[in-house]
Nanobody, 126 residues
Framework: QVQLVEPGGGLVQRGGSLRLSCVVS????????IGWFRQAPGKEREGVSCISSGHGSMLYVDSVKGRFTISRDNVSNTVYLQMNNLEPEDTAVYYCARGRGASYFCSGNAPNYDIWGQGTQVTVSS
């Protein structure tokens, strides 16, 4: 059974950094697409970044390009989201999810993902 757990998150000041982890069990992390999503109060869930299975191509939403970096560690079976220069607009619950694997590249569309972590709160104060 595939499970995703997201330790990490927390409170940080504007301009600060956080690293989120998505610990995957039940499958090898490089065998699946993994996406990071976020949902702020009153807003729809938004795709932030993803890393494709195998070749590891990465995708970012425009608002985080140059600030966030997704990476994968096959030994610890974990996908990371390094978030730098955080802004109050980044405040949200962050989720990682497993892609359905029907495509060569991962995407930022939530319906393309079928197993989700429980989410972790990220709060950026101004």
């Amino acid at each position: 059974q595939v499970q995703l757990v997201e330790p990490g998150g927390g409170l940080v000041q504007r301009g600060g950094s956080l690293r989120l982890s998505c610990v995957v069990s039940g499958t090898a992390v490089d065998h699946v697409h993994i996406g990071w999503f976020r949902q702020a109060p009153g807003k729809e869930r938004e795709g932030v970044s993803c890393i494709s299975s195998g070749h590891g191509s990465m995708l970012y939403v425009d608002s985080v390009k140059g600030r966030f970096t997704i990476s994968r560690d096959n030994v610890s079976n974990t996908v990371y989201l390094q978030m730098n220069n955080l802004e109050p607009e980044d405040t949200a619950v962050y989720y990682c999810a497993r892609g359905r694997g029907a495509s060569y590249f991962c995407s930022g569309n939530a319906p393309n993902y079928d197993i989700w972590g429980q989410g972790t709160q990220v709060t950026v104060s101004s």
